[in-house]
């Protein structure tokens, strides 16, 4: 026991380690991140909600999330690379537990180091380098599929525990259905019928903020899908500009997803299937129990080719490559012999993704120091209703500015959302591209606010950061 208590922190302290090296001059500070930032920092203000991270096709994601980020924050005073620690926290811990459920089956050695090629797979990296809803249900979903896979009894505590998970991770991204249907499909091999109700049962109840939010707010959600049709958006792929089609024809659709798959798994799912196939010849544990681990990657693979014909987005392939790398894994230490165990994280290094250690063109520093200089200059004050936009690139592609609006918050200033810019007397416009003619923003938020009040701009300057003053 003493053995695996001191394997199980040296696995997880040195995935930490790697997780987190560099991680703040390196992170992806995207839309999604400043978005996370300034709605979990919307909580620790007291602003509680309901709703999660938007979706696509006008779905959003349950507040889990949201909640599950915000003790970090919470503790490091609103610190905006707190969530990335979480996220490199979580992982780093499913890749202990990981080998502490190898360990129960197989030799010590050849469990950490299974656990550890897990843990040094393309996907496992680059998503615990890169917080965000869409990735951090990984290490969560990791841990039940070992449970799934491993068990042969379950409880009635454990199958409640392993629907409220699934629900959990569903409410994070929907997406995450294309792996946890299979493995519940698994699931439901092993146990009764009444066991299945009751999963079901904890997997709906997860759902309930969601539907407390519908309730209160006339079912505005579930009409923009029906009556609105919002999820043409996601059909016709039309919502994010240059966005990547399947298609129609499954063949072509898979080869397409092909290409990302291996870029995530470190090779093709064609021949992951074909080596699952091979190992499990060599495999000295129950034959059965790996063919069903088989199907539940199969069946994955075949769901997310099915259903990604429409959009492709790279995070949608998540669950899938996840279910590869943990089959890979557990087939490979399942044959016991040292030499194909050895093979697995030389095959993942081979295929590390060294671009995520990059340092970062955008920095947490740039958008506090500009927030900075409009409070210390008074060029906002706390009594006037004011809102953010910001420019990013030369595409003209104009975000919200969450990046700002999370460092006002901290500061004590309270922007109005981005639904309330016909509300606001003062809007401050961050360019991160340098001086900008902004009298050519052609954004829906712009004519909102009024673009007829452009021609009073006035500027001002950081070191990396232009901004612009507009007063009705």
């Given at each position: 026991?003493?053995?695996?208590i001191?394997?199980f922190?040296?696995?997880t302290?040195v ?8 991680l703040?001059d ?22 509680f909600?309901?709703?999660g ?5 006008g779905?959003?994601?349950g ?14 005073s609103?610190n905006?690379?707190?969530i ?6 979580l ?6 537990i990981?080998?502490?459920i ?12 299974s656990?550890?090629?897990l843990?040094?797979?393309?996907l496992?990296v ?22 799934i896979h491993f068990?042969t009894?379950?409880?009635e505590?454990?199958?409640s ?8 991770i569903?409410n994070?991204d ?11 499909i698994?699931?439901f091999?092993?146990i009764k ?8 049962f904890?997997?709906a109840?997860?759902?309930l903020?969601?539907?407390?939010f519908?309730?209160?707010n006339?079912?505005v959600?579930t ?6 049709k919002?999820?043409q958006?996601?059909?016709k ?8 089609s399947?298609t129609?024809n499954?063949?072509k ?13 470190g090779?093709?799912?064609l021949?992951?299937i074909?080596l ?15 063919f ?12 997310t ?5 429409f ?6 392939l998540?669950?899938v490559s996840?279910?590869?790398i943990?089959s ?24 590390f ?8 063109t955008?920095?947490?520093?740039a958008?506090e120091?500009a ?12 009594n006037t209703p004011?809102?953010?936009l910001a420019?990013?690139?030369?595409h003209?592609?104009v ?12 500061r ?12 606001s007397?003062?809007?401050?416009i961050?360019?991160?591209?340098g ?20 021609t009073?701009?006035?500027?001002y300057?950081?070191?990396q ?6 007063e009705k």
């Open positions: 026991m003493k053995t695996k001191i394997t922190l040296l696995v302290f995935s930490f380690i790697l997780y987190w090296y560099k703040p390196s992170l992806t500070i995207n839309t999604d991140y400043g978005k996370d930032l300034y709605n979990i920092a919307k909580l620790f203000r007291g602003n909600t309901l709703l991270p938007a979706l696509s096709a779905i959003f994601a507040p889990y999330y949201y909640y599950l980020m915000l003790p970090s924050l919470v503790i490091s609103l905006p690379y707190s990335a620690l979480t996220g490199s926290i992982f780093s811990a499913s890749v202990g990981l080998y502490l190898f360990a129960k089956k197989y030799g010590h050695w050849q469990s950490a180091i656990a550890f090629s843990g040094i797979s393309p496992f680059m998503a615990a380098r890169e917080p965000a809803n869409g990735l951090m249900y990984l290490p969560i979903m990791l841990i039940i599929m070992g449970i068990k009894t379950f409880s505590l454990t199958v525990m392993l629907g409220f998970l699934v629900g959990i569903l994070f929907t997406v995450s259905i294309l792996g946890l249907l299979p493995l519940s698994y699931l091999s092993k019928f009444p066991k299945i109700l009751l999963f079901i904890f997997v109840i997860t759902y903020p969601l539907i407390v519908e309730v209160k006339d079912f959600i009409k923009g899908i029906f009556i609105n919002n999820y958006t996601f059909v792929n039309d919502n994010v500009e240059g966005a990547i399947g129609s499954l063949t659709n898979y080869s397409l997803i092909s290409n990302r798959v291996s870029k995530q798994v090779m093709t799912p021949l992951v074909m699952l196939v091979i190992m499990n010849l060599f495999s000295k544990s129950s034959t059965s129990n790996k069903g681990l088989i199907l539940t990657t199969a069946g994955s693979l075949l769901l080719v099915v259903i990604i014909r959009k492709l987005e790279f995070h949608y998540f669950p996840l279910l590869m943990f890979l894994t557990e087939l490979t230490v399942s044959t016991g012999k040292i030499w194909i165990i050895a093979l697995l994280p030389i095959v993942f290094l081979s295929n993704p060294t671009e995520r250690y990059k340092t970062s955008r920095t947490f520093s958008f120091n927030v900075n200089l409009t409070i210390e200059q008074n060029l906002v004050k706390k004011f809102n953010v420019i990013t690139d030369k003209l592609y975000p919200i500015g969450n990046e700002y609006r999370f460092f006002y918050l901290k004590g200033f309270a922007p109005l959302d981005e639904y309330h810019y016909p509300d007397k003062l809007l401050l961050f360019s991160e591209i001086d900008y003619d902004i009298s050519t923003i052609g954004a829906w938020e712009l004519d909102q606010f009024g673009k007829k009040y452009l009073v701009a006035k500027k300057s950081t070191d950061v232009v901004v612009y003053k507009v």
